[in-house]
């Protein structure tokens, strides 16, 4: 028995997802549309979801906990629970890695405070730990702050570069995988 959710029996985990849209009801996601998914789908019907307060939903749900998660082969949810990720600047956005500008005119760039949290902070270890490494992000970092660059400035530059990799990574592998028949997959 789960202690927050109370599911008893096998489940399958996982949460914070991106993947391909398969069947959809929604035109602003056509199957084949890159998207990511939050561990908690709220219904978006109740009159806490119409106030925008999602996270005190009266049907809120989690995947991994009272549905299904990230690790199974297909993954259902309101298309509101969605966001498509057209290109790696949507990703940026999505995960907070996106470069907001300090001010109109100004070329300099601040740290969003925005986007997914858990996969920011997931971003941010990694750039900590290869900056705090020798290889290529020690040497990234190095090169920026050697032209000009604060720390801060640096670490968040390094963080887009990461951004984009795992982009990359997770297009890559999408289109390498393959899905098993529909009769395997109960």
């Not at 202690?3 to 199957?31: F, W, Y």
């Not at 405070?113 to 992000?137: E, F, L, M, P, Y």
């Not at 390498?176 to 109960?186: I, S």
Request: charged share 25%; proline share 9%.
């Amino acid at each position: 028995r789960h202690p927050h959710s109370g599911h008893q029996g096998p489940m399958i985990p996982g949460h914070e997802m991106v993947g391909r849209v398969v069947e959809s009801d929604s035109p602003d996601l056509p199957p084949g549309t890159l998207v990511a998914g939050a561990a908690s789908v709220p219904c978006w019907d109740c009159d806490r979801c119409r106030e925008g307060r999602t996270n005190i939903c009266q049907r809120l749900y989690s995947l991994g906990l009272n549905a299904p998660g990230s690790h199974a082969e297909y993954v259902a949810g309101p298309a509101r629970s969605f966001v498509p990720l057209p290109e790696r600047a949507a990703y940026a956005r999505w995960n907070g890695t996106a470069p907001i500008p300090v001010w109109t005119a100004n070329p300099r760039f601040r740290l969003s405070r925005g986007g997914n949290r858990q996969v920011n902070a997931a971003i941010h270890r990694i750039a900590i730990t290869q900056w705090r490494g020798q290889g290529a992000g020690h040497d990234y970092i190095k090169g920026r702050i050697e032209r000009g660059d604060t720390k801060r400035s640096a670490i968040r530059a390094l963080k887009r570069r990461i951004s984009d990799e795992v982009f990359r990574r997770l297009h890559t592998d999408l289109a390498h995988r393959q899905p098993a028949p529909l009769e395997d997959a109960a």
